[in-house]
Structure formats: C-alpha cells, structure tokens
C-alpha cells in the first residue's frame, strides 16, 4: 500500500487521514485488491472497510467474494498456461515420430541401394531421436498427471494430452458430454457417415476416436471396443470434471475402468 498525503491504498479503495479517517471505496475491488500490498498502516483495515461498505458482515461478505474472484483467476491464469505446455509437447512428440519414421525410411531406401558410411550416422541419428522421445514422453505423463490427473489415470498421458488439444481446453472437455469425448479424433468420418446417410446411402457412425489408442479398447475383440468406448468416455467426462473444478485424484473411476475392462476380457 503506498502512502501520497497521508491517503493510503487498502483492498478496498483509498483511505485517508487528513480531518479524521475519509474512505473512497474503489469501482473496482478486484483491481485494488490486487494492486495493494501487504504493508502496515497506522489505522484498522476492518474499521475502514466497515465505513466503506457500512456494517462488518459487508465488510468480510465482499472481502471474501473479491478474495476467490482473484484466486479463480490467478488458477485459471496457471491452468491455460500448463494447458498450452503439455499441448506443446504433445506437439513435439509428433514431431519427433515423424522425423524416426522418415530417417528409418531413408535407411531402408540407403542400404537397399548400396553399402554406405552414411547409413550408421542415420541410426545414430534415430537412436538419439528415440531415447529423447523417452524423455518426452515422460514429461508428458509427469505434466498431465499433475494438471489433469484423474483424466491421465484412466486414459495415460499421451491419450490424456491429445483430448485436450482436441477439446482445445480442460474446461471445454470437462463440458463435453460423454458421447462427445467418445469419438473425439473421429470428426472426419463421423462427418463422412452423416454426409452419406442424408444421400441415403449406407454409412457406420465411428464408436470411437483417440481412445481407440487405449490398449483397453485396442486390445479387446472388434465387437466389445464400442462397449468398452463407451463406458470409458463416460468416466473420461466425470474425470475432466473433477479435474477442472479442482478435486483430487479419484482412483476409483481407475479401478472402476478395469473391472469393466476384464469383464468385457471374460465374456
């Protein structure tokens, strides 16, 4: 709080002392609340605030209200800030399976041609490649294990990163419902099916999208992944919402998944 004469700022306004205590209360308290520090002040805050909103039960009612405004903020702030770093490492293990395949292809291309010294600086080349890919991928599950971790628990990092960068944030995945989450990653041809069946024709709506990646569903008979898609997302879509409003990790939703997981294994 700075003192210009004899007027200091509060959370709530200005306070001055000149003719006895005079308070300006401010149009914006989120504004003062975060522009003020934490210094002393030869008068009482509460007794200035209480002039300012005219009882204490207002004092501490809008106290706390501008309080949790700033805090939701500020979380909000770090959380679209961590959002954008694990969708950009997502980005970079892409890229990174990208440069392996197409050095691993030069390869083949190289030694069905000739003999060459060149071929083992390309496997060096993807060796390194590889073993910072392990890196990365590392980073990718401690991060989302962190910002969304009952999310990452049942679908893994990697899986958990790519919902996000779809839904394009936590808090527009915590609103999807769980059919949406479902077939995230199958836009294409869900839109191709919808195309076709207004033609008349024919067409197979997709039953699911990138969490066809989870070896629950991938591993499972053909006929049983749609089930299995279905009962995931639907814990999926509890999960975001537990990590968005801020909960802890629910490690039931986890076992609840693959109880499910091995009963669909027994049928």
């Known amino acids: ?4 004469n004899n007027c200091y700022n509060t959370w709530f306004g200005e306070v001055c002392l000149e003719d006895g205590l005079k308070v300006f ?8 609340f975060q522009s003020c520090k934490n210094w002393k002040l030869p ?6 605030g209480m002039i300012a909103f005219g009882s ?10 501008t309080a949790l405004q700033v805090a939701e903020e500020r979380v909000r702030k770090e959380l679209q800030s961590d959002e954008r770093y694990l969708i950009s490492l997502l980005k970079a293990l ?68 790519r919902l996000l960068e779809k839904a394009g944030s936590l808090k527009k995945l915590a609103s999807m419902p769980a059919s949406t989450i479902q077939i995230i990653g ?35 008979p ?10 995931m997302a639907a814990k999926l879509a509890i999960a975001a919402r537990i990590d968005f409003y801020g ?12 109880k499910k997981y091995g009963e669909l294994q027994e049928r």
């Open 1 to 4: 709080m700075s003192e210009i």
């Open 25 to 32: 209360r401010s149009k914006n308290l989120k504004e003062s």
């Open 43 to 48: 008068f009482s805050v509460k007794d200035a």
């Open 56 to 65: 204490e039960s207002e004092y501490y009612r809008n106290l706390r209200r």
């Open 94 to 161: 892409d890229e990174i399976d990208l440069g392996i395949n197409l050095f691993s292809e030069k390869i083949r291309d190289i030694e069905e041609t000739r003999e060459s010294s060149l071929t083992e600086k390309f496997n060096q080349i993807v060796s390194d490649l590889k073993t910072f890919r392990k890196d990365l991928e590392n980073e990718i599950n401690s991060h989302a294990e962190r910002i969304i971790p009952n999310v990452s628990s049942i679908a893994g990092g990697v899986i958990a990163a």
């Open 186 to 220: 199958a836009e294409k041809s869900l839109f191709k099916a919808i195309s076709r069946m207004k033609k008349g024709k024919k067409a197979k709506t997709p039953k699911h999208g990138i969490i066809f990646q989870h070896p629950y569903i991938r591993g499972l």
């Open 222 to 231: 053909k006929k049983k992944r749609g089930k299995m898609a279905r009962f």
């Open 247 to 258: 909960g802890e990790l629910n490690e039931e939703l986890v076992e609840i998944v693959r």
